[in-house]
């Protein structure tokens, strides 16, 4: 019989159609309690502590607070409500005090050190490799959480923990109230003129489901991005770009939405603790578990990847304002006006526009194609089945080996709502982890935030769009396919974080590719595939502005990490160091106006804070990775029509990176698959940059 709390039932799938918020508090409630008493009885158990007796009951009763905290966090990012929101923040102080308080109990951290000992000494005791990778990373977390600081400083740290969570949680409500905030509705359609159909006729629809005459806009992704790259009203375009960059700042539309205190407050926090745990600044603190060994080493790497693009992105600079003063006698490129003229130049150049690709891109063809390629080279099946789910829109899957043994299982939201956060993402619902009964399958949930169907229309993607869900498809990929037992280094867990963005961008390489596309493409209207010579534009196109693009990447990263090193608040503010980065990388000049830092969501509101760079510093492994499965790729392949798809390549892939999960370095599975370690030269060809100093 199931628990009458739906939260507190771990037999099977979330039971999303039975929670409502009233489930939250006195389940986590009880979890928490029911951790710690687990915890107190293994402290207080006078058996020597083994892996068994010890950290397997201690996983336990985490997994279960973890796996229900996991769920309200999903719903709370997806189906975001009043009341959701505030049954989530009002536990969220409980959640992240029990986590603190369990990284600094020093009698637990000496339990394991026993287990570490105990192992060293006797052969019979001796840990599985996974088991010892889990146990290291377990003594490090004890370090790095305080377990060795003084009582007086224990407190201090977990208090700024609570703080910080709070103020997290904080920042993302604000960046989600101040987009859902904004409308703009237009009543003249020559107000519209460039603007695609299908983004008119959403924006129609939208407007009439209010009860509203004209055409309602907001800053929600599928709506405003069509503004800035179609609409000819340069007006139109500098209204909405000023509502966008403004969210969350002193200059938007609610100062109960301005984050900047909520910046400020957070990077004291982050300065503080890791200055109590013996770091010089938060930067040296979030290198400790990544492959760069320090925050010098990040900025020579994004210094050395920056001079290698620049000259790049200065070329695609000149060439637009140039296109822009020649075509459309604009002496000035404002921010607003970027996409819409590299449009334009795109068009003009490769006589194509992403309109014209996007209408090749149906979501049931799109899937069918990403199915193929990951059913071609991993050996799998990917199936659709029924579960409950937050909405109507989210759809479930199961993966499956060849001989039909159940691998792992998926959840797919893809669409925009307003009671949804921004961005796409993928988080785990449940991790792999081997038990009495068997092994316990991991599920993970895949979110994107695409234009939903308009009509009787089904929903199409733009190129980009495509590539994101590629991108995240790789991510949960390497939650699905792992075969690692133990639950901390099972799936992501345990990979280091500037790793953990090598499969997802690893998937992206396969959009690129003719034997891929002619297969997941279909004209909306006539049915045709996607025709060579499109295709073969699209690729002329590949690279186009790639510098520029490059360079923003470096930004962010340059920003996040110097914010996070030796920054000093007190004589400098976050937007003078931005402007400082903009000034040594950026090719773009940025509008006065701009408040990129107050919807930093990736480092202000998740977990890249100082870590941001992992996306560039991934890129390299992703495109050697990738290099693999081209100089595989044989003539029979492309005779088979498989293309880069080579099973074999796949299969090794699989197993030494996907599999492993976290149970071993990034840079050994890399190795181990490889065969040698990453270069740099995959990933300056894939964005057409020739090696030079």
Same mark, same amino acid.
């Given at each position: 019989?199931?628990?009458?709390?739906?939260?507190?039932?771990?037999?099977?799938?979330?039971?999303?159609?039975?929670?409502?918020?009233?489930?939250?508090?006195?389940?986590?409630?009880?979890?928490?309690?029911?951790?710690?008493?687990?915890?107190?009885?293994?402290?207080?158990?006078?058996?020597?502590?083994?892996?068994?007796?010890?950290?397997?009951?201690?996983?336990?009763?985490?997994?279960?607070?973890?796996?229900?905290?996991?769920?309200?966090?999903?719903?709370?990012?997806?189906?975001?409500?009043?009341?959701? +929101?505030?049954?989530? %923040?009002?536990?969220?102080?409980?959640?992240?005090?029990?986590?603190?308080?369990?990284?600094?109990?020093?009698?637990?951290?000496?339990?394991?050190? @026993?287990?570490?000992?105990?192992?060293?000494?006797?052969?019979?005791?001796?840990?599985?490799?996974?088991?010892?990778?889990?146990?290291?990373?377990?003594?490090?977390?004890? +370090?790095?959480?305080?377990?060795?600081?003084?009582?007086?400083?224990? @407190?201090?740290?977990?208090?700024?923990?609570?703080?910080?969570?709070?103020?997290?949680?904080?920042?993302?409500?604000?960046?989600?109230?101040? =987009?859902?905030?904004?409308?703009?509705?237009?009543?003249?359609?020559?107000?519209?003129?460039?603007?695609?159909?299908?983004?008119?006729?959403?924006?129609?629809?939208?407007?009439?489901?209010?009860?509203?005459?004209?055409?309602?806009?907001?800053?929600?992704?599928?709506?405003?991005?069509?503004?800035?790259?179609?609409?000819?009203?340069?007006?139109? +375009?500098?209204?909405?770009?000023?509502?966008?960059?403004?969210?969350?700042?002193?200059?938007? $539309?609610?100062?109960?939405?301005?984050?900047?205190?909520?910046?400020? #407050?957070?990077?004291?926090?982050?300065?503080?603790?890791?200055?109590?745990?013996?770091?010089? %600044?938060?930067?040296?603190?979030?290198?400790?578990?990544? @492959?760069?060994?320090?925050?010098?080493?990040?900025?020579?790497?994004?210094? =050395?990847?920056?001079?290698?693009?620049?000259?790049?992105?200065?070329?695609?600079?000149?060439?637009?304002?140039?296109?822009?003063?020649?075509?459309?006698? @604009?002496?000035?490129? %404002?921010?607003?006006?970027?996409?819409?003229?590299?449009?334009?130049? +795109?068009?003009?150049?490769?006589?194509?526009?992403?309109?014209?690709?996007?209408?090749?891109?149906?979501?049931?063809? /799109?899937?069918?194609?990403?199915?193929? /390629?990951?059913?071609?080279?991993?050996?799998?099946?990917?199936?659709?089945?029924?579960?409950?789910?937050?909405?109507?829109?989210?759809?479930?899957?199961?993966?499956?080996?060849?001989?039909?043994?159940?691998?792992?299982?998926?959840?797919?939201?893809?669409?925009?709502?307003?009671?949804?956060?921004?961005?796409?993402?993928?988080?785990?619902?449940?991790?792999?982890?081997?038990?009495?009964?068997?092994?316990?399958?991991?599920?993970?949930?895949?979110?994107?935030?695409?234009?939903?169907?308009?009509?009787?229309?089904?929903?199409?993607?733009?190129?980009?769009?495509?590539?994101?869900?590629?991108?995240?498809?790789?991510?949960?990929?390497?939650?699905?396919? =792992?075969?690692?037992?133990?639950?901390?280094?099972?799936?992501?867990?345990?990979?280091?974080?500037?790793?953990?963005?090598?499969?997802?961008?690893?998937?992206?390489?396969?959009?690129?590719?003719?034997?891929?596309?002619?297969?997941?493409?279909?004209?909306?209207?006539?049915?045709?595939?996607?025709?060579? $010579?499109?295709?073969?534009?699209?690729?002329?196109?590949?690279?186009?502005?790639?510098?520029?693009?490059?360079?923003?990447?470096?930004?962010?990263?340059?920003?996040?990490?110097?914010?996070?090193?030796?920054?000093?608040?007190?004589?400098?503010?976050?937007?003078?160091?931005?402007?400082?980065?903009?000034?040594?990388?950026?090719?773009?000049?940025?509008?006065?106006?701009? #408040?990129?830092?107050?919807?930093?969501?990736?480092?202000?509101?998740?977990?890249?804070?100082?870590?941001?760079?992992?996306?560039?510093?991934?890129?390299?492994?992703?495109?050697? $990775?990738?290099?693999?499965?081209?100089?595989?790729?044989?003539?029979?392949?492309?005779?088979?029509?498989?293309?880069?798809?080579?099973?074999?390549?796949?299969?090794?892939?699989?197993?030494?990176?996907?599999?492993?999960?976290?149970?071993?370095?990034?840079?050994?599975?890399?190795?181990?698959?490889?065969?040698?370690?990453?270069?740099?030269?995959?990933?300056?060809?894939?964005?057409?940059?020739?090696?030079?100093?």
């Amino acid at each position: 019989m199931s628990p009458s709390n739906p939260l507190l039932d771990f037999t099977g799938l979330p039971r999303f159609a039975a929670i409502t918020s009233t489930h939250i508090q006195p389940a986590i409630e009880m979890l928490i309690a029911e951790a710690d008493a687990t915890a107190e009885r293994l402290i207080t158990d006078e058996r020597t502590p083994t892996w068994q007796n010890f950290a397997t009951p201690l996983d336990d009763a985490h997994e279960r607070l973890a796996r229900a905290w996991g769920i309200v966090s999903h719903l709370n990012g997806v189906a975001n409500s009043a009341a959701l +929101r505030e049954a989530y %923040n009002s536990m969220l102080p409980a959640v992240t005090q029990y986590w603190t308080g369990v990284s600094q109990n020093l009698a637990l951290y000496n339990k394991y050190k @026993m287990i570490h000992q105990y192992a060293l000494q006797t052969v019979a005791s001796q840990l599985t490799s996974t088991q010892q990778q889990a146990l290291e990373n377990e003594l490090r977390d004890f +370090r790095l959480g305080g377990a060795e600081l003084s009582d007086e400083k224990k @407190m201090r740290y977990q208090a700024w923990q609570e703080e910080l969570s709070t103020l997290m949680s904080t920042f993302n409500d604000n960046v989600l109230d101040a =987009t859902n905030a904004f409308a703009y509705v237009v009543t003249d359609e020559a107000e519209l003129a460039g603007l695609p159909d299908d983004a008119k006729a959403a924006a129609l629809e939208t407007a009439h489901k209010e009860g509203l005459k004209g055409w309602k806009f907001t800053l929600h992704a599928p709506s405003y991005s069509p503004i800035m790259q179609y609409a000819d009203s340069q007006q139109l +375009r500098e209204k909405l770009y000023r509502a966008y960059v403004t969210r969350g700042s002193e200059l938007g $539309a609610d100062p109960k939405w301005d984050n900047s205190s909520v910046i400020t #407050r957070i990077l004291w926090l982050r300065a503080e603790s890791a200055r109590l745990l013996g770091f010089a %600044n938060f930067a040296e603190l979030s290198v400790a578990t990544k @492959m760069a060994d320090t925050p010098a080493e990040v900025i020579d790497f994004l210094s =050395t990847m920056a001079a290698r693009a620049k000259p790049f992105a200065v070329s695609d600079w000149a060439e637009l304002t140039a296109f822009a003063k020649h075509e459309f006698k @604009m002496e000035v490129v %404002n921010a607003w006006d970027v996409a819409y003229l590299s449009e334009k130049l +795109r068009e003009q150049r490769y006589a194509f526009s992403d309109l014209e690709v996007k209408k090749y891109f149906p979501e049931s063809q /799109v899937l069918a194609g990403l199915f193929r /390629v990951v059913e071609t080279i991993y050996g799998v099946k990917m199936t659709e089945a029924s579960a409950d789910s937050w909405h109507a829109d989210a759809r479930f899957f199961d993966v499956r080996n060849q001989d039909g043994s159940l691998v792992g299982q998926f959840y797919l939201d893809l669409f925009a709502r307003d009671a949804k956060r921004g961005g796409a993402w993928m988080d785990d619902a449940i991790n792999r982890r081997r038990l009495v009964g068997g092994i316990q399958h991991p599920v993970a949930f895949l979110t994107c935030n695409f234009s939903p169907p308009v009509g009787e229309k089904p929903a199409v993607f733009t190129h980009d769009e495509v590539i994101t869900l590629f991108h995240e498809f790789g991510h949960g990929l390497h939650q699905l396919l =792992t075969e690692v037992d133990e639950l901390g280094v099972s799936g992501i867990s345990g990979v280091e974080w500037d790793a953990v963005e090598l499969p997802s961008q690893f998937m992206e390489n396969f959009c690129w590719e003719w034997a891929v596309l002619k297969h997941m493409t279909r004209h909306v209207d006539t049915g045709e595939p996607l025709p060579r $010579a499109l295709f073969d534009k699209m690729i002329a196109a590949k690279n186009f502005q790639a510098g520029m693009g490059f360079m923003r990447q470096i930004e962010f990263a340059l920003f996040d990490m110097r914010l996070h090193g030796d920054f000093d608040l007190a004589s400098s503010s976050p937007l003078q160091l931005l402007d400082a980065v903009r000034r040594e990388v950026a090719v773009i000049p940025a509008a006065p106006f701009n #408040r990129m830092p107050h919807t930093f969501g990736h480092i202000f509101g998740g977990g890249y804070a100082a870590g941001y760079y992992s996306y560039k510093w991934a890129e390299v492994l992703s495109a050697d $990775a990738y290099a693999a499965f081209e100089e595989s790729t044989s003539a029979a392949d492309i005779v088979a029509d498989v293309g880069v798809l080579n099973a074999t390549t796949g299969a090794r892939f699989r197993r030494e990176v996907l599999a492993r999960g976290g149970s071993r370095p990034a840079l050994e599975s890399f190795i181990a698959f490889r065969g040698r370690k990453p270069e740099i030269d995959a990933l300056l060809r894939h964005n057409g940059m020739k090696l030079a100093a």
